[in-house]
């Protein structure tokens, strides 16, 4: 199965920084490493009140992304990426580029 990847970002390039913050992301971009592409979408869920990280999981999860990249989440949303099998991967750089992750995932 092909990897695809999530990472939250606080822009709309990839010379934005992760934003650490998964529900309540600016952007996210979905990466694929084998064929080196992306794209980036606005977080639709990210004004919601209550359960902005569920409702982006399921998103995604529709996109195919089989990887979240992202700074810090819920319990809730951490058991749902459990129970879905989506991988998580935190990482604490908040200063780190969008790109600079991509770099470091492709094969």
Avoid: W, Y
Avoid at 38 to 60: A, K, M, W
Avoid at 86 to 101: A, G, N, S, W
């Amino acid at each position: 199965m092909e990897k695809l990847f999530a990472i939250s970002s606080t822009g709309k390039t990839e010379k934005s920084f992760l934003d650490l913050r998964f529900g309540k992301c600016m952007n996210i971009v979905v990466f694929n490493p084998s064929t080196n592409q992306f794209s980036i979408i606005e977080n639709p869920f990210r004004e919601e009140q209550e359960s902005s990280g569920i409702h982006l999981v399921e998103f995604l999860k529709k996109q195919g992304v089989t990887s979240i990249i992202t700074g810090e989440v819920g319990p809730k949303v951490s058991d749902l990426l459990e129970k879905e099998k989506i991988q998580l991967i935190l990482l604490q750089e908040d200063k780190i580029r969008v790109e600079t992750i991509m770099d470091r995932i492709k094969p």
